[in-house]
């Protein structure tokens, strides 16, 4: 089945880390992209980080350059999203998703409509 479970939310002080999880079943992580996406209430959802399946495509928002790091472990089927020096401004539920079926697995989108896969999200909050 397929499956995207988050974990590794909760809340920390600004300045503060988080590492997030996504452990990955019914497809391996090699054969689809994965991206992290977050949204904060009356907000829309945007793109936070993501990596392709393949080669070594990774892309991060301007507002989280420098502070998160994507990697993952193929191994285990995970991907990861490192967040350091959070900010009160990065509070909002992180979500991880695969890119659909058929999109290039060399290349990640920033776009959610490019995510047909999606998780049930984990809550960051970031106090100031």
């Known amino acids: 089945q397929l499956n995207l479970v988050e974990s590794g939310g909760g809340l920390v002080q600004a300045g503060g880390s988080l590492r997030l999880s996504c452990t990955v079943s019914g497809f391996s992580i090699r054969s689809r992209s994965i991206g992290w996406f977050r949204q904060a209430p009356g907000n829309e959802r945007e793109g936070v980080s993501c990596i392709s399946g393949s080669l070594d495509d990774t892309k991060y928002a301007d507002s989280v350059k420098g502070r998160f790091t994507i990697s993952r472990d193929v191994t285990t089927n995970t991907v990861y999203l490192q967040m350091d020096s959070l900010k009160p401004e990065d509070t909002a539920v992180y979500y991880c998703?695969?890119?659909?079926?058929?999109?290039?697995?060399?290349?990640?989108?920033?776009?959610?409509?490019?995510?047909?896969?999606w998780g049930q999200g984990t809550q960051v909050t970031v106090s100031s």
């Open positions: 998703a695969a890119q659909r079926v058929g999109a290039s697995h060399y290349v990640c989108y920033s776009s959610p409509s490019e995510y047909t896969s």
